[in-house]
C-alpha cells in the first residue's frame, strides 16, 4: 500500500474494570485488506442516537471530564452490571461513514473500488481508516461528497424499513415520533412520495412548522395542551395504526396506542369490554428517553407494544431486497435521503467534555459529523 501511513487513529470506548468508561484515541496499525476486501479513508461519519448506546456505556454525556488523554465517567453499579461483558475490551465506534478507497484486495470487485468514494456501515468509524468487505460498499453517485454519503445507511434504510414493515403487516398509515429529526424527515419526504399517510409527533412549534415546511399533512406537538385531541383526529383521519417510537421512556408510547383506539371507536362498534377489534401495534426503536416506558391499558385488547431494529428488519426481507433498498437510497441520496449537520467535529473534539454533553443529549435536529482526516 505505496503512500498510506502505517499506523493511523481509531476512538474506542473502554468500560474499565474499575467502573468507569473511558473515551480514549489509539494509534493502531493500518489494516491489510484481503483479496475481496478494501481499505476505505474515512471522511465522514454521523453521530446516531444508535451509535450513543456503544460510544457512552449507557451512561449520559454530561456525566464525562476530561483526564489527560481520554474522557472518562463513573458508571452506576446498575450499568456496571449490565455491561460486564465489555470490562477491559477496546470497542471501536460508528456505525456509518464514507470515503475514499484507497487500497483492494486482489478481486475484481475489490479492484473496481479503488479510487471511489463509497459509503458503508459496519462499526469502527470513527477512524482514519476502515477496512470491509467490496461488497458492503455502495458507491456514491457522481457528484456526491462523502459527507453527502455518510448518513446513506442507518437513517434511509430505517425510514425505507418502516416503509416496509408498514407494507409487510398490512397497515395503510404510520405514525411517528421525533419526528422532526433528520430521519424525520426523510420519512415525511418518503411517505409523500409512496402515497402512504403519516402522523409526525413533534416536540415544539418550530419542529412541527419545519415539516409543515417540508410538506407533512398531519404534524401534532406533544407538548401542546390539546395533544391526545388532535392526536386522535389525525390518526382517524389517516388510519395510521402503526407506529415507531424514538422515545422509549415515559407515557408517549401509551398515549399512541389510547389514541388509536379512540380513533378506531370512531368507525368501529366496541367488542363488549374488550375495545375494538382494530390491530394497534407501536414499535420502540430508539431510547431518547430512558425512562421507564408507561402505559394504562385503556385501549382494548387487541394491541401490541415490542421492539423493532433495522437489522432484523434487513435479515427478514433477505439480500436481494436490502440491495434492491440500498439502490434507492444511492439514487435518491441528494433528495430524498439528504442529511443535515449541525456541527462537524474532529476524533479529538470527541474528547471533550461540552462537545460530548452537547451531541450525548440526543437532541431532535442536532447532528453531529465526525470529520476523522482533520
Not at 500500500?1 to 494509534?27: A, C, E, I, K
Not at 398509515?173 to 420519512?187: F, K
Not at 374488550?274 to 414499535?283: A, C, E, I, L, P
Not at 431510547?287 to 421507564?292: D, F, I, K, R, V
Request: aromatic fraction near 6%; hydrophobic fraction near 45%; charge should be neutral.
Amino acid at each position: 500500500m505505496t503512500g498510506l501511513p502505517t499506523t493511523h487513529r481509531r476512538l474506542v470506548s473502554t468500560v474499565t474494570t474499575d467502573g468507569q468508561v473511558r473515551l480514549s484515541l489509539q494509534n493502531v496499525p493500518l489494516p491489510t485488506p484481503g483479496d475481496d476486501e478494501v481499505v476505505v479513508r474515512v471522511e465522514a461519519s454521523p453521530i446516531n442516537p444508535s451509535d450513543l448506546g456503544v460510544l457512552l456505556a449507557l451512561t449520559e454525556g454530561t456525566a464525562f471530564e476530561r483526564d489527560g488523554d481520554a474522557a472518562v465517567a463513573r458508571l452506576s453499579p446498575p450499568v456496571q452490571r449490565a455491561l460486564s461483558a465489555r470490562a477491559g475490551i477496546d470497542l471501536p465506534v460508528g456505525n456509518e461513514g464514507a470515503g475514499v478507497v484507497v487500497a483492494a484486495g486482489a478481486s475484481d470487485a475489490a479492484q473496481a473500488l479503488l479510487g471511489k468514494t463509497v459509503a458503508l456501515a459496519g462499526g469502527g468509524f470513527y477512524a482514519q481508516y476502515r477496512k470491509a468487505p467490496a461488497a458492503a460498499c455502495m458507491i456514491v453517485p457522481d457528484g456526491t461528497s462523502a459527507e453527502e454519503g455518510a448518513s446513506s445507511y442507518v437513517n434511509p434504510l430505517t425510514a425505507l424499513g418502516m416503509v416496509g414493515t408498514l407494507k409487510r403487516e398490512g397497515y395503510k398509515g404510520l405514525v411517528h415520533t421525533a419526528a422532526a429529526s433528520n430521519l424525520g424527515q426523510m420519512l415525511v419526504k418518503l411517505c409523500a412520495a409512496d402515497g402512504i399517510p403519516l402522523v409526525n409527533i413533534v416536540r415544539s412549534d418550530a419542529q412541527a412548522q419545519l415539516l409543515r415546511d417540508l410538506g407533512a399533512e398531519h404534524v401534532v406537538d406533544m407538548t401542546a395542551d390539546d395533544f391526545m385531541p388532535k392526536l386522535i383526529e389525525a390518526i382517524a383521519a389517516t388510519q395510521a395504526f402503526l407506529a415507531f417510537d424514538a422515545v422509549g421512556g415515559g407515557k408517549l408510547a401509551g398515549q399512541i396506542l389510547a389514541a388509536m383506539e379512540q380513533a378506531a371507536l370512531r368507525t368501529q362498534k366496541v367488542d363488549g369490554p374488550y375495545g375494538s377489534r382494530q390491530m394497534k401495534q407501536v414499535y420502540v426503536y430508539g431510547g431518547l428517553s430512558t425512562a421507564p416506558t408507561e402505559f394504562n391499558r385503556g385501549f382494548g385488547m387487541r394491541w401490541r407494544m415490542g421492539g423493532w431494529l433495522l437489522t432484523y428488519f434487513l435479515e427478514d426481507i433477505g439480500a436481494a431486497e436490502a440491495k434492491a433498498l440500498r439502490a434507492r437510497v444511492a439514487a435518491e441520496l441528494k433528495t430524498t435521503f439528504a442529511s443535515k449537520y449541525t456541527k462537524r467535529i474532529t476524533l479529538e473534539d470527541m474528547l471533550d467534555a461540552e462537545i460530548i454533553a452537547a451531541f450525548g443529549k440526543r437532541a431532535t435536529g442536532e447532528k453531529y459529523l465526525v470529520l476523522p482526516q482533520r
